[in-house]
């Protein structure tokens, strides 16, 4: 699988837009999740991104509603820092194509974002990784574990 693919500078502002629609509702989660008390603003932001997010489950395989993306992301593993692309989203995690191979259970954190604008941090469990015929990494599927940190760089 390559990493190289190329998208439309609309694709890609699209794809940023979902990527903070997608932090938003893993931010606000956990944070209801871990108990905080959320504003009458954020529970109603909260409750519009539930209804994105987790759409009909009655008529949809998996509980989340997964959004294709192709946005560069950089990962950080026990052996140090590879790059990969994220090919599909959702509110509860993400699959990537990676460069070096991982292990299902491990933690990893996932950097994703226009570098040296708004960057998100994601601390993420690997719940599944495949290889493709000749045991190449192929891909990742990812777990958020954590409330995601927002990180802004100043140009």
């Known amino acids: 699988m390559t990493l190289n693919t190329r998208t439309t500078q609309t694709q890609s502002g699209d794809h940023l837009k979902l990527l903070e629609l ?42 989340y509603r997964r959004f294709p ?8 593993t026990s052996r140090g820092w590879c790059s990969g692309r994220v090919l599909n989203m959702s509110g509860a995690g993400m699959y990537l194509a990676l460069t070096h191979d991982v292990e299902a259970g491990t933690t990893v954190q996932v950097r994703v974002g226009q570098p040296g604008e708004v960057e998100y941090l994601f601390t993420c469990t690997v719940t599944r ?6 045991g190449e990494p192929e891909g990742v599927g990812l777990s958020f574990c954590c409330v995601p940190l927002e990180m802004r760089r100043a140009a």
Request: proline content about 4%; glycine content about 8%; hydrophobic content about 30%.
């Open 22 to 63: 997608c932090y938003r509702y893993a931010y606000l989660n956990g944070r209801r999740q871990a108990g905080l008390r959320l504003g009458p603003q954020e529970r109603q932001q909260l409750w519009s991104l539930t209804h994105l997010f987790e759409g009909d489950p009655q008529y949809q395989r998996r509980h």
């Open 69 to 76: 993306l192709l946005l560069h992301a950089v990962v950080k």
């Open 129 to 134: 990784a495949t290889s493709d015929v000749d």
